[in-house]
Structure formats: structure tokens, C-alpha cells
């Protein structure tokens, strides 16, 4: 099962190093990573996902939080938050089919970023569903290049 | 007034009361050794490698509870401690080690005698640090002293670029420090320590397994009043052992691998498993599905990590050791337990430790040790890995914590003499002795320099079996004898395949007797059983020289009992034809 993770860290040199060192040392299944500072320059902020049966996930909780330079750490997995992530996807597009392709792109509400002589570069914006869901839909027109962000997430806030 | 960076760790180190630094000079190290040179407080202990290093400091910090420090060059001084580190990580041995790096500029440069030792080194120590700024040395270095002795205590690295070390900066060298990611729960939850009591009140087969947190929390006293006031009988881990004295007729031994036979069978049968400070490793678990199938198990431990991690743990309590069982301590009661005690007291004298008679054509390894035990019974002992470490901790009763010092989670050859000389140096009082194999002695022999020119006489007990005994065992008993690169007689004139240990066999390498005046050590060897006792008296005599003494035993003894690996640790095999 996936699960969700975000971290407060220390902002030093090598804290990423020693997240990703972690799970490839011990095993652990790392999806996705992303770190970003927060509005404390000294902090930052990673989201990761993972997968693991939940010894496993008990396990990498436990070792993380067992990082010194791991400030706090919080499990989005089961909790209201809110999860999205980023792709920015390069589309095939002949004239003939640009249209079309913008019909799709505006369901999803994807941006035009780029407009080739047979490509188009879109922005799409949501959980990770919905872009692996806007991939697919383009993906028949052939998908040149993506990027996606990795997941970032933060808590709800209290509604009582 | 401005000071450089040498000469703030040399304040640091004076304020951390350091008194051994164990090290090895390199080019980028050389502000560093000298601002050490000609400071009467800080002995500096120059050893021959830098593995030797780390072990030394590791034996000086197991033996005495102090930090462990040492300092060695960049590049290949560096990566010559990851032995040792990760020894010490394993074990949970609080170390300091300090090395150097090449200036911030040349960083990533592929200089000479550049290694990325922050990066090679973070899984293997608590936490490391490369120093950037000037500014920061005074803090880090008393973060790394903080982070190495508290909590789970482990090893910390400081890798210290030459130009950190040399620039001058202010001369602060803070009393103490708060890392705000770290803040390790000494104290047990009171509600969590209730439930344990309970649970001990109920149970009709209550065991204790002691594990190496005991020690290293300075619990042994506490730990052996809730023994005496309970009455429950005790396993240990290797690493648990000497947390009750070795004597005492409710300690059954080390359970596991190479567990007594009362230990893994009360282990089997109890209804409460009471764990203090150990990690349920799989040599001393065996086969998990068949670990203590019927016993609820409370387990103590500063590691969250440890708990609930191989063995799911009904009464998980995070917390020192020691301050839990002094928690615990007062809800106790005496356990009412006889059948229980009674149906142990029977395993014990069903298959009791084997003996070897006296008068046999070789020595045995039993023998010498149950001899350094009735000599030496107050010792430190150290030990090397395989064979000879399991014997000593079968055989050798050890009366007081920190007295047995072993690789048990790395499992490191060449640990044992190195770390007999740190434990030396920061005892000066008591014996200390090395029991070894003349495989695992030949890792770091090159200490014997560091041992003579420090006037140590630590005793180093080879068991020469001419074998890597251990591996040899495992390839006589599941690889049908087949002793593939374990024999260390093996020569050219050697047929492909060995027909067994015998008279042609070639001169054995070193002579270890030679080898030791060679080195201005004493060497003896002892190959007459008569002789066991009275050169290990002589050995005792010495003041201020190592003695090595190669006692020459018999080739293919075996260590037994023994469970195979991936068994339950029920099934047990008392001798080379299996057993039960």
C-alpha cells in the first residue's frame, strides 16, 4: 500500500542523502521524494511516498524519525491532507490534431505551455491519479517527454 | 582572543576530559597533531593502523563507559576506520572520530588523499558531520561528543577540511548543546511499566533475556536486585552476558546459535519473555516462527527501531535500561515459579556444558579458558570472531558488566586485541586478555608495536587450530568436509583436495613465539596440557610487556551445542553427528 510521509529537516548539506541512503540500504520502497525549503530558510520540507506492508512501514518511520536531522515527521497516509503533484508533459501534436488535444487539456485543466511545429508542452496540476489518468488520454497523440514533480503534501486544517 | 580550529578541538578535547586519543597522523592532520604535541593531558595513542585505532577506542569505551575519540588523516585513514565504525555502530559503542579532509576548496576535486567519508560513513554511525565553517567546529564538536554518549549511544564522525582547522575564529567551546531533531525518552511510560509488572506477577514461566543495553546503561546493579527480588531465572545475548554474574544459579548462559541448552529450551517454553536492552538478532532468535511460540514478551529498549522489529512485542516500553528497571524495581514481588525453576534445573543437568576430560593427546579450548576463568575470574576479556569467541562466551564466567568485549552485531575479526589495548589503557588496574584464534589474531597482530611501546602487558591467548575454525566448522558439518580456503597450513605441495589434517601437513605461518620477540612482546607456546596453568601465571606476572601465548589445540574441535542456521533454536546438535 502506498503511504504518505512528510518531514520537517534540518536544511544541511546531505539530509537528502541520508533519507534516500536509508531506503535503498535497508530495502525500503521509495516512490517519489520531494524537498523544498519552508518559510524558515534553516527548514525543509520533504514529502515522500512509499510502499510497504505495515511492519515495514512501521520500520521506516521509525528509522526516519531515528535521523537526527529529522525534525518532525508526520504520516499524511490515513489523514485529511492534501496531495498534488506536477507534470509537465511534451505531446506530439500536428496541427491537424492541436484542437483536440487543447479540448483534453482544458478537462483536465492542464496549460498550454509551449506551442511547437509538432509539439506541444502542457502543465497539468493534481493528485497522482489524475495525471497518471492525463497521460493516458494523450498518450495516443505519443508522449515525448514527461516530468513529473513527486507528490507534495500538506495537513487540512482544523474543521471543529 | 582568536584561536585556530586545532587548537579549539585540543580545548574541546581537554573540556570533554578526554585523556586517550587514539589516532594516526596523515598530511592533513598535521595542525591537528600538532597542536597535541608536548599537552601532558591528552595521551595520544599512536597505533599501526587506523582500523587498530577505532577498535582501541572502542575497547577503551566499552570496559570504561567513557567516549571513545580518535583522529586520523583523510583519504585513506579515513576509510581504514569503516571497520571499525561500523563495529561500533552496531554495537552501540559511543565513539568521536575525528578526520580529516582536504581544504573546502579542493572538496570534489578528486585531490590526493580525498574521500568522501561523510558519505561512505553515514549508515554506519549514529551521525556525521563535515565541518564548513570555522564558526560552527566549537558546536559540532560538542554535538558529536552529546549525540555519541546519550540515547542509543554510537559513533559520530567529524571530518574537519585542513583549512577549517587551521583558520582562526573565536575560542568558544559551548557547555552543552540542544539538537532539536534528538531528544532520546529515557524515562518509561509508567502505565506501559505497570502492565510488565503485572505480566510478571501472572506468569508461570517468566524469563529475563538480557541483552547488551544492560551495560551500556549501567544497569547490571539494578538488573540483578530485580533478579534477586524476582527470582527469575536469566538468558543472555552474547552481549548480555557478565549482567548477572556468570555464577549465579539463576543465569542460564547465552541463549541461541551456540546457546547453552537450558537457555534456548527455557526460551521455548516460557509464557513470559522479559527483554532489557537487546535487539532479538537472528543468531540469537534462530528460526523466528519457532522463538518462544508461547510467551507473551515485554521488551525495554532506547531504540524504538528495536522494538516490535523481528519479534512482535506485546509490553513495548522505550527507555534507559536503567531507569526503567528503577521504575520497575519497587512493583515487584517474588515470583512463585519452583515447577518452572525445577523443570530448568533439569535441562541444565541433561546436557550440561561438555568438558573435556583431562589427558588428551591435544589441548582443547575448553580447558584453557575454564583455566584463564579460575585464574584470571575478575578479567576484561576481549575476544577475536568465530570459534574462539563463542567458547569464551560459553566458558569464561564473567562476574562484572563490561567485562566481556566482542564484536557481536558486525562480527569483526580483528576486533579483540586492538580493543584489549584500549581497554588497557583506561584500566590500568585490571588484567585484560584477549582470548584469540590464530586466524582472527593475524587482523590487526601489527598492534603488538602500539602494546609494546606503551608498556601494556595484555595477554593474548591464541587457540592455534591452524584453521579459520569457525567457517571450517560450518563447511565439516552442512558442506561435507569440503574445506574450501579455511586451512591456514595450506601450501603449494597441497593436493587439490585434503585428505585431512595430519603429519604431512606444511610448517604452520607465523611462529607466533618469534613473532612476539620479534616484537619485544613475551611469547610462549603451550602445546602440554600440564603447561596451561603455570605459563598462564607466568603471563600474569608481567608489568609492562604484552604476552602472547599460542597455545596449539586440537584442529577440528567444534563448538557445540549448535543450532543450524535457519532452525529453531530447540534444535539442537551436541556434537558432529547431530544430536536431537
Not at chain 2, 590487526?444 to 587457540?463: D, K, R, S, W, Y
Not at chain 2, 608481567?542 to 532452525?567: C, H
Request: a neutral charge; hydrophobic letters at 40%; charged letters at 20%.
Amino acid at each position: 500500500m502506498k503511504r504518505v510521509l512528510s518531514m520537517l529537516v534540518e536544511n544541511h548539506q546531505g539530509v537528502l542523502s541520508r533519507i534516500a541512503g536509508l531506503f535503498s540500504g535497508r530495502g525500503y520502497n521509495l516512490e517519489s521524494i520531494t524537498a523544498g525549503v519552508t518559510t524558515d530558510p534553516q527548514i525543509t520540507r520533504i514529502t515522500l511516498v512509499c510502499q510497504g506492508d505495515d511492519n515495514v512501514f512501521a520500520q521506516i518511520k521509525k528509522q526516519l524519525h531515528k535521523l537526527i536531522d529529522v525534525i518532525k515527521l508526520t504520516d499524511l497516509t490515513e489523514s485529511p491532507a492534501l496531495h498534488r503533484e506536477l507534470a509537465l508533459i511534451k505531446v506530439r501534436a500536428r496541427a491537424s490534431d492541436r484542437g483536440e488535444i487543447f479540448q483534453v487539456a482544458d478537462v483536465f485543466r492542464a496549460r498550454v505551455l509551449d506551442v511547437g511545429l509538432d509539439s506541444l508542452v502542457m502543465e497539468v496540476t493534481g493528485a497522482a491519479e489524475k495525471i497518471d489518468d492525463f497521460a493516458a488520454v494523450v498518450q495516443p497523440y505519443g508522449i515525448l517527454e514527461i516530468a513529473r514533480s513527486g507528490l507534495i503534501s500538506v495537513e487540512r486544517g482544523k474543521k471543529q | 582572543m582568536k584561536i585556530s580550529g586545532s587548537e579549539l578541538l585540543v580545548k574541546a578535547l581537554v573540556e570533554e576530559k578526554v585523556q586517550h586519543l587514539f589516532g594516526f597522523p596523515g598530511g592533513v592532520v598535521i595542525p591537528i597533531f600538532d597542536a597535541l604535541y608536548a599537552r601532558p593531558e591528552i595521551k595520544v595513542i599512536l597505533t599501526r593502523h587506523e582500523q587498530g585505532a577505532v577498535h582501541a577506542a572502542d575497547g577503551y569505551a566499552r570496559s570504561t563507559g567513557r567516549t571513545g575519540v580518535c583522529l586520523v588523516t583523510s583519504g585513506p585513514g579515513a576509510t581504514n576506520t569503516v571497520t571499525g565504525l561500523a563495529t561500533a555502530n552496531f554495537d552501540s559503542v559511543p565513539i568521536v572520530c575525528f578526520t580529516g579532509q582536504v581544504a573546502r576548496h579542493m572538496i570534489g576535486n578528486d585531490a590526493f588523499q580525498e574521500a568522501d567519508i561523510v558519505g561512505i560513513t553515514r549508515p554506519i554511525t549514529k551521525h556525521n558531520y563535515l565541518v564548513m565553517e570555522r564558526q560552527d567546529l566549537g558546536r559540532i564538536i560538542k554535538e558529536a561528543f552529546t549525540l555519541a554518549s546519550s540515547g542509543r549511544p554510537g559513533p559520530v564522525l567529524v571530518d574537519l577540511p585542513v583549512d577549517v582547522v587551521r583558520e582562526l575564529g573565536d575560542a568558544e567551546y559551548p557547555a552543552s548543546v540542544s539538537i532539536r531533531g534528538y531528544n532520546p525518552v529515557t524515562k518509561g511510560h509508567a502505565g506501559q511499566i505497570r502492565k510488565a509488572a503485572h505480566a510478571l506477577k501472572k506468569a508461570e514461566r517468566p524469563l529475563f533475556y538480557a541483552g547488551g543495553g544492560i551495560h551500556i546503561a549501567g544497569a547490571a546493579e539494578v538488573f540483578r536486585r530485580v533478579v534477586a527480588r524476582t527470582g527469575v531465572p536469566v538468558v543472555s545475548s552474547l552481549m548480555g552476558i557478565g549482567s548477572l554474574p556468570g555464577d549465579h544459579p539463576l543465569d542460564l548462559g547465552m541463549l541461541g546459535m551456540h546457546g547453552t541448552y537450558q537457555s534456548n529450551l527455557a526460551v521455548t517454553h516460557s509464557d513470559l519473555l522479559f527483554a532489557v536492552g537487546t535487539r532479538f538478532d537472528d543468531r540469537a532468535t534462530g528460526d523466528l516462527s519457532k522463538f518462544a511460540p508461547g510467551a507473551a514478551i515485554v521488551h525495554i529498549d532506547i531504540d524504538p527501531v528495536s522494538i516490535s522489529r523481528n519479534v512482535p512485542v506485546g509490553i513495548p516500553i522505550v527507555g534507559d535500561a536503567r531507569t526503567v528497571l528503577e521504575q520497575l524495581e519497587p512493583l515487584l514481588a517474588p515470583c512463585a515459579i519452583q515447577p518452572w525453576l525445577e523443570r530448568i534445573a533439569g535441562w541444565r543437568s541433561e546436557h550440561p556444558l561438555a568438558v573435556s576430560p583431562a589427558g588428551r593427546r591435544l589441548l582443547t579450548p575448553d580447558t584453557i579458558i575454564r583455566a584463564i576463568c579460575d585464574l584470571y575470574p575478575e578479567a576484561i576479556v576481549a575476544t577475536e570472531v568465530g570459534q574462539n569467541q563463542m567458547w569464551t562466551a560459553l566458558f569464561y564466567r564473567f562476574r562484572h558488566s563490561r567485562s566481556l568485549l566482542t564484536s557481536g552485531g558486525l562480527g569483526t575479526m580483528g576486533y579483540g586485541f586492538p580493543a584489549a589495548i584500549g581497554a588497557q589503557l583506561g584500566n590500568p588496574g585490571r588484567k585484560v586478555i584477549d582470548i584469540a584464534g590464530d586466524g582472527s589474531i593475524q587482523m590487526n597482530i601489527q598492534e603488538l608495536a602500539t602494546a609494546v611501546h606503551h608498556g601494556l602487558p595484555v595477554i593474548v591467548a591464541i587457540l592455534n587450530n591452524g584453521y579459520l575454525g569457525m567457517v571450517r566448522q560450518w563447511q565439516q558439518l552442512f558442506y561435507r568436509g569440503r574445506y574450501s580456503s579455511t586451512c591456514l597450513m595450506t601450501g603449494t605441495e597441497c593436493p587439490p583436495s585434503c585428505p585431512g589434517p595430519g603429519d604431512a601437513c606444511p610448517v604452520y605461518t607465523p611462529d607466533f613465539v618469534k613473532l612476539a620477540e620479534a616484537y619485544g612482546a613475551l611469547g610462549y607456546r603451550v602445546a602440554q596440557e600440564e603447561d596451561i596453568r603455570p605459563v598462564l601465571r607466568e603471563a600474569g606476572q608481567s608489568r609492562k610487556k604484552p604476552v602472547l601465548i599460542d597455545f596449539i589445540v586440537e584442529r577440528e574441535f567444534n563448538v557445540f551445542p549448535m543450532v543450524a542456521p535457519g532452525a529453531g533454536i530447540m534444535e539442537m546438535m551436541f556434537g558432529e553427528e547431530g544430536g536431537r
